[in-house]
């Protein structure tokens, strides 16, 4: 279990747009996100998201010059906490996140933890949901969900 999880924007709005904001409460202990993250959010957070400042932020202006900056600022972060997880769905913010070493999920693999951890019994009502945003998500991964979840 991660100390912390450390969330972007992106993450939390997909979650509330499929009306699972509350998901991530069940499944890990201390979400954080920093102040960006708040800004970008534009909507008020639950109580049980912490909002924890970037110290070094000469280094997250470096890192907004590769990625926006809610991703930025939560890159840094789990750079200065250690033991985080990072909530990213980005591809060009996973990159950054994988070439500094830095451990990270998504919203595909928060919703196969749920379903793991029996807070979820299906992922395809979810994935359903997903598919319905402007969450991008091909076919075949979404049939390989199902398939790792036992759903097809």
Request: net charge neutral; proline share 2%.
């Amino acid at each position: 279990m991660h100390n912390f999880v450390i969330s972007d924007t992106s993450s939390l709005i997909i979650f509330e747009k499929i009306d699972q904001l509350g998901l991530l409460n069940k499944l890990y202990a201390n979400i954080v996100v920093t102040p960006d993250v708040v800004g970008e959010y534009q909507d008020q957070l639950p109580d049980w998201i912490n909002v924890t400042r970037v110290k070094d932020k000469k280094y997250q202006i470096f890192l907004e010059t590769q990625v926006d900056r809610g991703e930025a600022s939560s890159i840094a972060l789990a750079m200065e906490l250690k033991d985080s997880l990072l909530l990213l769905d980005d591809l060009k913010a996973r990159k950054l996140a994988k070439r500094l070493n830095l451990k990270f999920t998504g919203a595909l693999g928060v919703i196969s933890k749920a379903k793991q951890k029996g807070f979820i019994s299906e992922v395809k009502p979810l994935l359903d949901k997903l598919v319905l945003t402007n969450f991008r998500i091909s076919d075949r991964i979404v049939n390989e969900m199902l398939i790792i979840n036992g759903e097809l």
